[in-house]
């Protein structure tokens, strides 16, 4: 399996840009989050989705923020306007349950620069 | 709601040293714990899991963490820590729902040669 798959891997964009993050989860896996990471705040889920439906979204930070799953493999992350304080490493993960825990598998991230 | 805390924001240790980094966590109920390692501009990989199970869980990379209800505590340790173990460990905890993970501030890792 090739994972979970995020693009594009790097984004460096100007302020009121929209920003679209891409990312295919691993074939069976039912969930898919979307965390957010920066030094200040550590790793921060967005939302996730469970068999492409919307579960919690409490996370996200506020209305220039959307996600869509509008299959099982595939879903979007979507920002704007895109401003500065956006920047930050995207991660998307799918998850399965095994062994009596659901278990998530993260993708390599989405870099994303504001400037 | 669950909270994760890793004692430690940096921890260094001599290579063939043993590593020791700590997490607790706040659960009224048993949880299922997870511990993931991060390298440079890389997503996190699962290390190992607890889904109270046996105590002591082993997972890759020679790494190992024992489960202390008591302690509410889920440290990971490696018997003798290799260059390649420099990285960024981040514990988490879900509830036994599984479907809401909550992750530490992460412990960075130096391995001195």
């Known amino acids: 399996d090739a994972g979970v798959i995020q693009s594009p891997r790097h984004e460096v964009t100007e302020m009121g840009q929209e920003v679209t993050l891409r990312c295919k989860p691993i074939?069976?896996?039912?969930?898919l989050f979307w965390y957010r990471q920066t030094m200040m705040r550590g790793l921060e889920l967005l939302i996730y989705?469970?068999?492409?439906?919307?579960?919690?979204d409490s996370g996200m930070p506020e209305d220039r923020f959307s996600a869509k799953m509008p299959n099982a493999s595939f879903s979007t992350l979507k920002i704007q306007p895109s401003e500065p304080r956006d920047s930050a490493v995207y991660f998307c993960a799918s998850s399965l349950w095994e062994s009596g825990a659901n278990v998530l598998t993260f993708g390599a991230g989405s870099r994303l620069t504001v400037l | 709601a669950q909270s994760v805390t890793q004692l430690g924001s940096h921890v260094s240790v001599s290579e063939g040293a043993l590593v020791l980094l700590r997490c607790n966590y706040s659960?009224?109920?048993?949880?299922?714990l997870f511990w993931y390692v991060q390298y440079p501009n890389q997503g996190l990989q699962l290390l190992l899991k607890?889904?109270?199970?046996?105590?002591l869980v082993k997972g890759i990379n020679g790494f190992e963490a024992e489960f202390k209800k008591s302690e509410t505590s889920f440290h990971l340790t490696k018997p003798s820590a290799h260059m390649s173990d420099a990285a960024e460990y981040f514990c988490a905890v879900s509830e036994n729902t599984g479907n809401q993970f909550y992750f530490g501030t992460g412990t960075s890792l130096t391995v001195i040669p």
């Open positions: 074939s069976g896996h039912d969930y």
């Open positions: 989705f469970n068999n492409n439906v919307p579960i919690d």
């Open positions: 607890y889904t109270s199970a046996a105590t």
């Open positions: 659960s009224s109920v048993p949880p299922y």
